[in-house]
C-alpha cells in the first residue's frame, strides 16, 4: 500500500512565527509533491508543488523535498491568523501520473 | 483559471432515494475525479475517468456508479441512498498529465442522508 503519512497535529504556532509541516511518502518512485490548503467547510486550493530535491520558494512558503529520506516539507514564514487551515500533502507515484495520493492532513492554527 | 463547478453546495435525500451529483469543468481536462472527505478518513477516491465513457473505480466504489457522456460532465450516483453516505463530496479536474497542475477542485457539496 503506497502511502503518505501526515502529523494530525494540531500544530499551533504564535503569529509570526515559522510553521513547519512535514509529510513521507512511502513509495521511492515517487515524482511530483503537492501541497494543498484546505478552510474549514471548503474544498482544498493549491498552494504549492515541487518535484526537484532542495527548496522552492513562493512568497512566505517553502517548499522542501528530499527524496533520499523520502519526505517533504512546507514551511511558513510570518505565519498570519488566516494561515489557520488543514494542510494536505499529495504525491504522484510512479507509473501513474494521473492520480493523486493523498495524506490525512496536519492542522495548523495559528495564535494572534 | 480553470473552474470545477458542483451542482449543489448542500443537499439533503432520504434512505434509499436515488441521488445525482453533477460537476462541470471548462477547461477541457482530460481527468475527472469523484471523492468524499469524513473527519479523520480523509480524502478517500470513488471513481475517476480519463476519457468520455471511461471511468475506473477508486478505492470505495461500492454503492456508487459514475457517468461521463461529455469531456466536460461527471456526474456521481448514489444508486439508494444509505446514511453511511452522508459526506462531504468533491469533484475534481486535470489536464491528461498533472504536471504543475495538480487537481482543481469544486466547491464541494455536503449530503446528509436521513
Known amino acids: 500500500q503506497k502511502e503518505v503519512e501526515q502529523n494530525s497535529g494540531p500544530l499551533s504556532v504564535p503569529e509570526g512565527a515559522i510553521a513547519s509541516l512535514n509529510c513521507t511518502y512511502s513509495?521511492?518512485?515517487?515524482?511530483?509533491f503537492f501541497w494543498y490548503r484546505q478552510y474549514s467547510g471548503k474544498s482544498p486550493e493549491l498552494i504549492m508543488f515541487i518535484y526537484s530535491n532542495g527548496d522552492k520558494e513562493d512568497g512566505r512558503f517553502t517548499a522542501q523535498l528530499n527524496k533520499a529520506s523520502q519526505y517533504v516539507s512546507l514551511l511558513i514564514r510570518d505565519s498570519q491568523p488566516s494561515d489557520s487551515a488543514t494542510y494536505l500533502c499529495a504525491v504522484v507515484n510512479a507509473g501513474n501520473n494521473r492520480k493523486l495520493i493523498w495524506g490525512l492532513g496536519t492542522s495548523l492554527a495559528v495564535n494572534p | 483559471d480553470v473552474k470545477v463547478t458542483q451542482s449543489s453546495r448542500y443537499l439533503v435525500k432520504r434512505t434509499g432515494e436515488k441521488v445525482f451529483l453533477e460537476c462541470v469543468q471548462d477547461?477541457?481536462?482530460?481527468?475527472m475525479f469523484w471523492y468524499r472527505q469524513d473527519p479523520g478518513l480523509g480524502l478517500r477516491l470513488i471513481y475517476f475517468s480519463y476519457d468520455v465513457k471511461m471511468k475506473e473505480k477508486g478505492d470505495i466504489p461500492e454503492g456508487y456508479s459514475v457517468s461521463r457522456e461529455k469531456k466536460e460532465r461527471f456526474s456521481l450516483i448514489l444508486e439508494s441512498a444509505s446514511t453511511n453516505q452522508t459526506s462531504m463530496y468533491l469533484c475534481?479536474?486535470?489536464?491528461?498529465?498533472?504536471?504543475?497542475?495538480?487537481?482543481?477542485f469544486g466547491s464541494g457539496t455536503r449530503l446528509t442522508v436521513v
Open positions: 477547461m477541457d481536462h482530460e481527468n
Open positions: 513509495d521511492r518512485g515517487s515524482q511530483s
Open positions: 475534481a479536474s486535470t489536464p491528461s498529465a498533472l504536471g504543475d497542475y495538480g487537481y482543481t
